[in-house]
C-alpha cells in the first residue's frame, strides 16, 4: 500500500489535509504550514506515561514516533511528551493513570491490566493467538479494534495500536526445562494469560515491569523471565543472569503496544488533531514491528555467540501450554460476557485466518525453510 493510501484510509471522512513523510526514523515533515493544522487551530500539551525504560529503544521508540509524527502533522500546535516508567506512574499503572485522568495518554501493553478485565490480553496478545500480520488484519478490517474500543469505554479509555514486537522468545531459563514437571515450583516473570497458563501449568508467576527484570533474575528472586525477543533482552543483559534461552514465545505470537486516551481529552481535541493521533499510530505499530525484525536477527547470533544456549519448547510443554489456554479462554467466556463477545469474534477470525494463512505463508515458509538449521 503506498503511503498516501495508509494516510487515506486513517483519515477518510476527515476532510483533513495532512501530508506525511515515509515511515522509519529518517522521516521528513512535510510543510507544518501548508499541510498540517491550520493558524487557527489551538496550542494543546499532553503527558504520556509508558510502561518502558527509556533505554529500550525499540519499545519507547514507539511512543516517540507517536509524539514525534503528532507535532510534525500539526505544525508543533500538538505536542505530546513521553515519559519513562517510574518518571510519572510505575510501568504497570499507566492504564489507571490515562484512566484517572494524570495523564493525558499512556503506551503501554493492555495484558498488564487483566486483573481488571480479563478481554484485555486481547488487546496485545493471547496464547496461541495471532501473529502480527494477522493482528493487524483483526485490528483494521476484523472488528478487532472495534470490539477494543467497546471494552475501554468502561474505562473511559480510548486505545489506538501503537506498535508490534512479532513473535517473542520464549523466556530465559537457569536451568533446562524439557517436560512438564520441570516446571513445578518455577518462579517466572510472565504476564497476561501466557502467566495464567504457565500458573496452570505449576509455574509461580510474577509481573514485573522491563526495567526490574534483570535484577530479580539475577540475585534469584525469580527463576526464570521473558521479556521480548533477542535486541531488547540483551539491552537488559539478561543473558549475563541466566544461560537458557527458549523458543517460540508461544504466549506472545504479535504482541501489540497500544496508545491508551483519556476518553474526556480525546473528545476534546479537534477533528484534524485526532486524525493526527490515528495517523501517528498507526504508523508507530508499523514502524516498531519492522525495527525489531531488522534489529533482532544479529542480536540473537551476539547472544549466542557469547554463550547462550538457544532452546526449543518440547512438544510436552507446547501441548499443554496449548490444551491450558483454550481451557482458559472457554472458563473465562462462560463466566464473563464481555470476554465472550471478544473471544467469539477473534476465535472466528483466527480460525479464518488460520486457514488462509496454511495456503499462503506456511507453505511457503516450510518450503523455504527446509533443511535449514
Not at 229 to 247: H, I, S, T, V
Not at 255 to 284: C, G, H, M
Not at 288 to 315: C, E, F, H, I, Q
Not at 345 to 358: D, L, P, S, V
Request: negative net charge.
Amino acid at each position: 500500500m503506498k503511503r498516501r493510501e495508509i494516510i487515506n484510509y486513517l483519515a477518510v471522512g476527515s476532510g483533513t489535509a495532512f501530508g506525511i513523510a515515509a515511515c522509519g526514523d529518517n522521516s521528513t515533515p512535510t510543510s507544518a504550514q501548508d499541510d498540517a493544522a491550520s493558524p487557527a487551530s489551538p496550542s494543546v500539551s499532553w503527558r504520556m506515561a509508558t510502561s518502558w525504560p527509556q533505554a529500550l529503544d525499540t519499545i519507547y521508540g514507539g511512543a516517540q514516533t507517536v509524539s514525534d509524527r503528532v507535532k510534525e502533522l500539526t505544525g508543533g500546535r500538538f505536542t505530546i511528551e513521553p515519559y519513562a516508567a517510574g518518571e510519572i506512574v510505575p510501568g504497570l499503572e499507566v492504564l489507571d493513570a490515562v484512566q484517572g485522568g494524570t495523564v493525558e495518554c499512556g503506551h503501554t501493553a493492555s495484558y498488564y491490566y487483566v486483573g481488571k478485565n480479563p478481554a484485555l490480553a486481547f488487546g496485545t496478545t493471547v496464547p496461541f493467538g495471532l501473529n502480527a500480520q494477522q493482528q493487524n488484519a483483526w485490528f483494521y478490517h476484523g472488528g478487532g479494534l472495534e470490539a477494543m474500543h467497546k471494552l475501554y469505554a468502561d474505562f473511559n479509555v480510548i486505545n489506538f495500536p501503537a506498535g508490534n514486537t512479532g513473535v517473542q522468545m520464549g523466556g530465559w531459563f537457569k536451568r533446562e526445562v524439557n517436560s512438564v514437571s520441570d516446571l513445578q515450583g518455577l518462579k517466572m516473570r510472565i504476564p497476561g494469560l501466557g502467566g495464567e497458563v504457565m500458573a496452570s501449568l505449576g509455574v509461580n508467576v510474577q509481573v514485573l515491569p522491563g526495567g526490574e527484570i534483570f535484577l530479580a533474575l539475577d540475585r534469584n528472586a525469580i527463576d526464570a523471565a521473558e521479556f521480548v525477543g533477542p535486541y531488547d533482552d540483551e539491552k537488559l543483559g539478561l543473558a549475563d543472569a541466566a544461560e537458557f534461552y527458549y523458543y517460540p514465545g508461544w504466549w506472545e505470537p504479535g504482541a501489540t503496544l497500544e496508545l491508551q486516551i483519556n476518553r474526556s481529552a480525546w473528545d476534546s481535541l479537534p477533528t484534524e488533531y485526532q486524525e493526527a493521533v490515528k495517523t501517528a499510530a498507526f504508523e508507530a505499530n508499523l514502524n516498531m514491528l519492522s525495527k525489531y525484525d531488522a534489529l533482532n536477527g544479529a542480536a540473537l547470533k551476539r547472544l549466542v555467540d557469547k554463550g547462550t544456549k538457544l532452546t526449543p519448547y518440547s512438544d510436552e510443554i507446547l501441548q499443554a501450554a496449548e490444551q491450558a489456554s483454550f481451557e482458559i479462554y472457554d472458563q473465562n467466556a462462560s463466566n464473563d460476557a464481555t470476554f465472550k463477545e471478544v473471544y467469539d469474534g477473534w476465535q472466528t477470525f483466527r480460525e479464518e485466518i488460520y486457514g488462509w494463512n496454511r495456503i499462503n505463508e506456511l507453505s511457503f515458509s516450510t518450503f523455504v525453510n527446509k533443511g535449514k538449521a
